[in-house]
């Protein structure tokens, strides 16, 4: 099992920076893709940004040029630095991982609890 802790997150001005960071523990096979998603009020959970483990990104178009997902395959841990924050921005964030389990290898997902975000002047 892995679990996922999530970090980094608060109230900001409009225009202002975040960095969300979440830290993995517990025993995998693997981790493959790891991200972010956010829910914000009333509205259903979306996926924020994805990063594979090797490199490769993709970001939904409301975040791009904005948001930048990166993750440390040592420590298994993936960050999300969020700038030119505005109001629609305002949600709950969770750090999500598939991973592969030691036994059998079966692909799995992980969520985290979630951190706030909220963007107000």
């Known amino acids: 099992q892995v679990q996922l802790v999530e970090s980094g997150g608060g109230l900001v001005q409009p225009g202002g920076s975040l960095r969300l960071s979440c830290a993995s523990s517990g025993v995998a096979y693997s981790i493959d893709t790891m991200g972010w998603y956010r829910r914000a009020p009333g509205k259903q959970r979306e996926v924020v940004a994805r990063?594979?483990?090797?490199?490769?990104?993709n970001y939904a178009d409301s975040v791009k040029g904005r948001f930048t997902i990166s993750r440390d395959n040592f420590k298994n841990t993936v960050s999300l630095q969020m700038d030119r924050l505005n109001s629609e921005d305002t949600a709950v964030y969770y750090c999500?991982?598939?991973?592969?389990?030691?036994?059998?290898?079966?692909?799995?997902?992980?969520w985290g609890q979630g951190t706030q975000v909220t963007v107000s002047s």
């Open positions: 999500n991982a598939d991973y592969r389990s030691v036994v059998g290898r079966s692909l799995l997902t992980s």
């Open positions: 990063i594979t483990s090797g490199g490769s990104t």
